[in-house]
Nanobody
């Protein structure tokens, strides 16, 4: 079974950048699609970005397109989320998740392995 651990969250001013990491352990990671989701206080969890198992295909929520970049290094068992030009509305708890579905997906219910999350706070 794969375990996921997120890191890289923190407090940043609006317009700043952060890079989140999602490190996998337990078994090979390169057969899983990986997504990032976030949840702000009082709001439902929402999709942010996803990358397929090979890293060739990515997909982003409209709210982060052009500002966030998802990537992966299967040799290091790690997926990254580079977040630039951060806005206060990006403040949330960010989770990475792995899916073994046939196609990569934005649907959180199709991700069967979740990390504990990391807090991102963007001040105005």
């Amino acid at each position: 079974q794969v375990q996921l651990v997120e890191s890289g969250g923190g407090l940043v001013q609006a317009g700043g950048s952060l890079r989140l990491s999602c490190a996998a352990s337990g078994r090979t990671f390169d057969s899983y699609h990986v997504g990032w989701f976030r949840q702000a206080p009082g709001k439902e969890r929402e999709f942010v970005a996803t990358i397929n198992w090979s890293g060739l295909y990515t997909y982003y929520a409209d709210s982060v397109k052009g500002r966030f970049t998802i990537s992966r290094d299967n040799a290091k068992n790690t997926v990254y989320l580079q977040m630039n030009n951060l806005k206060p509305e990006d403040t949330a708890f960010y989770y990475c998740a792995a899916s073994d579905w046939a196609q990569f997906t934005t649907t959180s219910g199709r991700y069967n392995i979740w990390g504990q999350g990391t807090q991102v706070t963007v001040s105005s």
